[in-house]
């Protein structure tokens, strides 16, 4: 194992209004304070029954998904804590991932088929 999940995010136009409707459908806790992020207009989490986290990330020219519409596929990232970001980095690259952004403080890669994942230095 290279890391544990810390949260699933998904892209959008409006957070905080996709943090409620996902608590609604699923139970749970909007935007509990997490010393892993701040809260603002431009991101909010879900913290559900059982420890998972969804998280709202703000996309000014965000387009949906059309399924089953290729041409506008779905789209989500996986957030995953590592304890020793450079060691995680080495094994996701010799996995097969592309490395694509260090200027955000994360470390976001593609995996082999093209859908993006962040490694993030676990907090505690």
Not at 7 to 36: I, M, N, Q, T
Not at 46 to 64: I, K, N, T, W
């Amino acid at each position: 194992m290279i890391g544990k999940l810390q949260c699933v995010v998904l892209d959008c136009h409006y957070p905080k209004g996709l943090a409620h409707f996902y608590a609604a459908l699923l139970g749970g806790e909007v935007d509990r304070s997490d010393p892993r992020w701040s809260l603002d207009d431009e991101w909010s989490t879900v913290h559900v029954p059982g420890g998972m986290v969804l998280a709202f990330q703000r996309v000014e020219d965000y387009r949906p998904p059309m399924w089953p519409d290729p041409a506008h596929p779905q789209q989500f990232h996986l957030d995953i804590d590592v304890e020793d970001i450079e060691a995680a980095e080495a094994r996701v690259l010799a996995l097969g991932a592309e490395l694509k952004d260090t200027e955000t403080g994360w470390r976001v890669f593609l995996d082999p088929a093209g859908h993006p994942f962040c490694l993030v230095a676990a907090t505690g």
